[in-house]
């Protein structure tokens, strides 16, 4: 699919094909598009991921409506165990991004994280603990630096 140039339309049918749910019209995603599996995504209205973005889905990925996606980001529910005997087995946690957030540009979005509702993501920000809605974290790893007036 990334090897191609698909018109908007058909790039949606090929990823609606890829993760098994239909992508709503008003939702763009941006090629190149990468995942390692596919079927755990589910992603909401009026969504937008930018191009490069990858998705490590086996512990399933939810991106609920109004969510903007920058430039190779990664949203990771997979990982491995941190000792020796362990670290072939894979860890799934799920990763939940709430309503309205935005993922900068080259984030990274570890396994079990949840980003609340209103949540800005900075570029570059490494994401290892949930996200409070209305704050804006930035840092590896990603810390408060401030609160969103609603």
Same mark, same amino acid.
């Given at each position: 699919?990334?090897?191609?140039?698909?018109?908007?339309?058909?790039?949606?049918?090929?990823?609606?094909?890829?993760?098994?749910?239909? =992508?709503?019209?008003?939702?763009?995603?941006?090629?190149?598009?990468?995942?390692?599996?596919?079927?755990? =995504?589910?992603?909401?209205?009026?969504?937008?991921?930018?191009?490069?973005?990858?998705?490590?889905?086996?512990?399933?990925?939810?991106?609920?409506?109004?969510?903007?996606?920058?430039?190779?980001?990664?949203?990771?529910?997979?990982?491995?165990?941190?000792?020796?005997?362990?670290?072939?087995?894979?860890?799934?946690?799920?990763?939940?991004?709430?309503?309205?957030?935005? =993922?900068?540009?080259?984030?990274?979005?570890?396994?079990?994280? =949840?980003?609340?509702?209103?949540?800005?993501?900075?570029?570059?920000?490494?994401?290892?603990?949930?996200?409070?809605?209305?704050?804006?974290?930035?840092?590896?790893?990603?810390?408060?630096?401030?609160?969103?007036?609603?």
């Amino acid at each position: 699919m990334n090897a191609q140039r698909h018109y908007e339309c058909e790039a949606r049918q090929l990823i609606s094909e890829i993760t098994g749910q239909k =992508i709503p019209k008003s939702t763009e995603i941006r090629l190149p598009f990468y995942t390692d599996y596919g079927h755990n =995504i589910k992603i909401g209205e009026r969504v937008f991921i930018n191009s490069n973005v990858m998705m490590v889905d086996l512990g399933d990925i939810t991106i609920e409506d109004d969510v903007l996606i920058g430039p190779g980001a990664y949203l990771l529910s997979v990982n491995h165990g941190l000792k020796p005997k362990q670290r072939k087995e894979l860890e799934l946690k799920p990763v939940l991004i709430k309503k309205n957030a935005w =993922i900068g540009a080259r984030a990274t979005i570890c396994p079990g994280v =949840i980003v609340g509702e209103n949540a800005v993501i900075a570029t570059g920000a490494v994401v290892t603990k949930d996200v409070l809605k209305n704050t804006v974290v930035a840092g590896v790893p990603a810390k408060i630096i401030k609160k969103i007036d609603e």
